[in-house]
């Protein structure tokens, strides 16, 4: 076996057992799932898993970091328009699109439970500020960019309302992981009539 397939072969395993992991910590919390539970929801061994992952805190920091990743290319991917409305509309529509039920939803609740967990951890902790200045740097330079376009007032502060809307999607993300009756498509459409004008314009 070429290093090439060994690797794609470690990669493809460690996202099994991050998947597995995840509807672990979907279903029974971060501290209520076991390594038994994980080994179990992946058909591995323990040992396999261990030769992949230390430990369970191993785990979810890696699951973490796989966070910061997905949101990181979910902004690349919303901003390459240039447009700002089609990049905010693209942005919340992605995130909150993965909220509920289905694999997307199980890693967004497994985001929720490690939000909490970051208190507790530094290791979280520092992932999870990284994560959140990537939004709100994303943020900061499409108001910019609307500001200049005229769609909002020259007179807002960018940075005020790039974290403004960096905690709707946290908070819109918290709701839905609890409330399945939340509708996050009106969020989208709400924050798209924002950052075009139309909002305060009519």
Same mark, same amino acid.
């Given at each position: 076996? %070429?290093?090439?397939?060994?690797?794609?072969?470690?990669? %493809?395993?460690?996202?099994?057992?991050?998947?597995?992991?995840?509807?672990?910590?979907?279903?029974?919390?971060?501290?209520?799932?076991?390594?038994?539970?994980?080994?179990?929801?992946?058909?591995?061994?323990?040992?396999?898993?261990?030769?992949?992952?230390? %430990?369970?805190?191993?785990?979810?920091?890696?699951?973490?970091?796989?966070?910061?990743?997905?949101?990181?290319?979910?902004?690349?991917?919303?901003?390459?328009?240039?447009?700002?409305?089609?990049?905010? *509309?693209?942005?919340?529509?992605?995130?909150?699109?993965?909220?509920?039920?289905?694999?997307?939803?199980?890693?967004?609740?497994?985001?929720?439970?490690?939000?909490?967990? *970051?208190?507790?951890?530094?290791? +979280?902790?520092?992932?999870?500020?990284?994560?959140?200045?990537?939004?709100?740097?994303?943020?900061?330079?499409?108001?910019?960019?609307?500001?200049?376009?005229?769609?909002?007032?020259?007179?807002?502060?960018?940075?005020?309302?790039?974290?403004? +809307?960096?905690?709707?999607?946290?908070?819109?993300?918290?709701?839905? *992981?609890?409330?399945?009756?939340?509708?996050? *498509?009106?969020?989208?459409?709400?924050?798209?009539?924002?950052? %075009?004008?139309?909002?305060?314009?009519?």
């Amino acid at each position: 076996m %070429s290093p090439k397939v060994s690797e794609a072969h470690v990669e %493809s395993r460690k996202r099994d057992i991050l998947d597995a992991a995840a509807a672990c910590f979907a279903r029974a919390g971060l501290h209520g799932a076991t390594m038994d539970d994980i080994c179990t929801q992946a058909g591995l061994s323990k040992g396999a898993v261990y030769g992949y992952f230390k %430990s369970k805190d191993d785990i979810v920091s890696a699951l973490k970091v796989e966070s910061v990743q997905r949101d990181a290319a979910i902004i690349r991917s919303a901003t390459q328009s240039g447009n700002p409305e089609d990049a905010f *509309s693209a942005m919340f529509a992605a995130v909150l699109g993965t909220v509920g039920s289905g694999p997307g939803g199980v890693k967004r609740k497994a985001d929720v439970l490690t939000w909490a967990e *970051s208190l507790l951890s530094q290791r +979280l902790l520092d992932a999870q500020v990284i994560e959140t200045q990537l939004w709100a740097d994303a943020m900061d330079l499409l108001v910019q960019e609307a500001q200049r376009r005229g769609s909002i007032s020259a007179n807002v502060d960018s940075r005020a309302m790039a974290w403004t +809307l960096t905690s709707v999607i946290y908070g819109a993300v918290a709701v839905r *992981s609890w409330d399945d009756s939340f509708d996050p *498509s009106q969020v989208v459409a709400v924050v798209s009539d924002l950052v %075009s004008g139309r909002l305060v314009n009519g």
